[in-house]
């Protein structure tokens, strides 16, 4: 039985899903919080706050009781809480009027709404009566039902939803309330969901889709949604679903889902696409350069003219300077600070400073710029602090214009580094905080761009079958003791990109992260037979038989359900060990040759590894790799030195023993 996820999009809404999705490469605080304190947790109780968007689920392990709250209302939040109801800590820290939200705060609910469960006769009278609206938008708002169920209510009670609320005779308030508990009881018994679409095409579409790719098609006819039947939908159009979760899933699980893509693509390219040459570097200083010489500019021209217009208006001036400090020897800075603001021509006062902001007269005598006087300085002495701050910023502007004329330099010298490394074929190098995921295993690209991944040791192999061997992909074994667990991946992989196009050298491939492949399938066995060989051909390369000295070897592919770490008899295997349960699909007399090309991925240069056919068509610059006697090390430092490579990005997609290199291009362009 496959994997089952709850879904929380903040603020929106909270399902269950079966879908496939990838695992976090670097997993957020908040969910490494959770992992540790509900790790072997039990669910011991799952319940809504009234009638409100909240839901809170119960968790019983050796430490007590934890509490987990979803707000699915405004930007929404989930809040981790220990048994006395404290606040563990919280998606996102939040202050209201009545509450907040913050780590080691009691956790208080928001304000309890109407439940319309609870809703007397009497009470839903009183309601209708003191409303002035029409009668939906009462029930919606006022008895917290939302548009789409007063409208249900409305017409099972079959009263105009537009009748005003107040206006209703004695037998339709009756006949409203009958009709109200009536859908709150549907409400409370089902545990489906139902469905409309929007024409019979779509219908049809919907009842003949066989696999999950042609009902996420068929999902953009659905119109609505419910767990219980809408009067105002058409009935012919409705379709049943066995749980409300699967309605949600089938309308925004594909969306969701891909979201979640985006948010870790959006991770591994951080070092990738955020990255920038140096050029690109020098170019934002220069940018940064040029709005600070004009902001410095502006700043002089305004304190200039500012301090001119105070000698222009020295009479004035004086005059509330005089004012001024014969008000506060009578009654103090406060006193003035607090009627400043009823004085025409004063703005305010800072009473720690002792300072005014007052206007100056425009040309017509009413009040326009204002500028701020010190109480213990002449007219001359404040009109001057403009000028020397004048000059201040004129200082900074020379220095500005200095600084960019040494980073236009500095490009200069820059681009033509770029130029003569783009024109001997040579890729810079970057360093990277992080590196993609798939790095972090032995892996390959084959036809149509899909990955396989490859453990490199005993623990590798261990996490790449929990973490990345997916009910849709297949596992792929050498028949040799100690060969890497492979996993072929359905939706991962590299695709064609052309956001380089122009920065890189000629003959490298640009490619970028897809994790949407394979559309229409849904699981690898569907891929072509080519691809099938190919991770066949990479899992007997990683393996011995690259150095025993033979030309083929024999590997198996399996399901991903048929590989299990435990044995028949209930004894746990030794690390990276797995039982494969089942029949197996063999590949014989596999030959041992991989390829290597020049490709930058999202922005980062690397090297590219597959079949000699794969990496021909992709990489205009390559090499074929067969055994041999050249050490690897010795190779990829031959690669490094003519590409610009890493020679540990190199090294890690060479494969295990002594190569032989027929170059197509990569070591010498």
């Not at 001359?380 to 020379?398: L, V």
Request: glycine share 8%; aromatic share 6%.
């Amino acid at each position: 039985m496959p994997s089952t996820d709850l879904v929380i999009v903040r603020g929106l809404r909270a399902y269950c899903s079966n879908r496939d999705r990838p695992m976090p490469t670097q997993p957020s605080q908040f969910a490494m919080i959770l992992r540790k304190h509900l790790n072997n947790s039990r669910l011991v109780g799952v319940r809504q706050f009234g009638f409100d968007r909240v839901i809170q689920m119960d968790f019983e392990h050796g430490g007590g009781r934890l509490s987990l709250i979803i707000e699915l209302f405004r930007d929404g939040n989930v809040l981790l809480l220990d048994q006395e109801g404290v606040i563990i800590k919280p998606l996102t820290h939040a202050k209201y009027a009545s509450r907040s939200l913050k780590k080691g705060v009691a956790y208080a609910p928001p304000p309890e709404a109407i439940d319309p469960r609870g809703l007397s006769g009497e009470s839903l009278n009183e309601i209708l009566s003191n409303s002035d609206h029409a009668l939906i938008r009462t029930l919606a708002s006022r008895v917290n039902l939302g548009r789409i169920y007063a409208s249900a209510v409305c017409s099972i009670a079959g009263i105009d939803e537009d009748s005003g609320s107040n206006s209703l005779t004695e037998q339709q308030k009756s006949s409203l309330n009958i009709a109200l508990s009536k859908m709150l009881d549907n409400l409370d018994q089902g545990e489906g969901g139902n469905i409309w679409l929007s024409d019979h095409e779509s219908k049809d579409a919907w009842n003949s889709a066989e696999n999950e790719s042609d009902r996420d098609s068929a999902a953009a006819g659905i119109i609505e949604f419910s767990p219980i039947e809408l009067p105002s939908m058409n009935e012919s159009m409705r379709e049943s679903t066995s749980r409300l979760s699967d309605a949600y899933d089938f309308i925004f699980g594909s969306h969701d889902a891909a979201a979640f893509i985006r948010r870790e693509e959006e991770k591994l390219v951080e070092a990738g696409d955020r990255a920038e040459d140096e050029s690109s570097k020098l170019s934002r200083r220069a940018s940064q350069q040029r709005k600070a010489i004009e902001k410095f500019n502006q700043r002089a021209a305004i304190t200039q003219e500012l301090g001119k217009s105070i000698q222009d208006n020295w009479g004035h001036v004086d005059s509330i300077l005089t004012q001024l400090n014969n008000a506060v020897e009578e009654r103090g800075w406060l006193d003035i600070a607090d009627i400043a603001h009823e004085v025409e021509w004063l703005d305010s006062v800072d009473p720690a400073k002792h300072t005014v902001v007052a206007f100056l007269p425009d040309e017509d005598g009413e009040p326009g710029a204002s500028v701020t006087l010190e109480a213990s300085k002449t007219v001359h002495q404040d009109a001057q602090r403009y000028f020397e701050e004048a000059r201040a910023q004129k200082n900074k502007a020379k220095g500005a214009l200095e600084a960019l004329e040494k980073t236009e330099r500095s490009k200069k010298t820059a681009d033509k580094k770029a130029a003569r490394e783009a024109a001997s074929g040579k890729l810079k190098s970057r360093k990277r905080a992080r590196k993609f995921w798939f790095e972090k295993y032995r892996w390959a690209i084959l036809s149509g761009g899909h990955l396989i991944i490859g453990g490199k040791d005993a623990k590798g192999n261990d996490v790449l079958v929990r973490k990345h061997l997916s009910t849709s992909d297949l596992y792929f074994h050498a028949d040799l003791h100690g060969a890497p667990s492979c996993s072929l991946k359905l939706r991962d992989g590299l695709v064609p990109s052309d956001s380089q196009e122009g920065l890189i050298p000629k003959g490298v491939a640009s490619m970028q992260i897809s994790q949407t492949l394979g559309e229409g399938l849904d699981d690898a066995r569907e891929l072509d037979d080519s691809v099938i060989s190919e991770a066949a051909q990479m899992a007997v390369c990683w393996s011995r038989a690259w150095g025993s000295g033979g030309a083929a070897a024999t590997a198996f592919h399996a399901r991903s359900s048929q590989v299990s770490k435990t044995t028949e008899t209930g004894d746990s295997l030794a690390r990276g060990s797995f039982v494969v349960r089942g029949e197996r699909s063999w590949h014989k007399d596999v030959p041992l040759e991989v390829a290597i090309g020049l490709a930058v991925v999202n922005g980062v240069p690397m090297p590219i590894t597959g079949v000699p056919s794969t990496i021909s068509e992709i990489c205009e610059r390559w090499a074929r790799i067969s055994p041999g006697r050249e050490k690897k090390e010795a190779l990829a430092n031959r690669i490094s030195k003519s590409t610009g490579l890493s020679q540990e990005d190199v090294l890690s997609c060479l494969p295990p023993g002594g190569c032989s290199v027929d170059d197509k291009g990569l070591i010498i362009p």
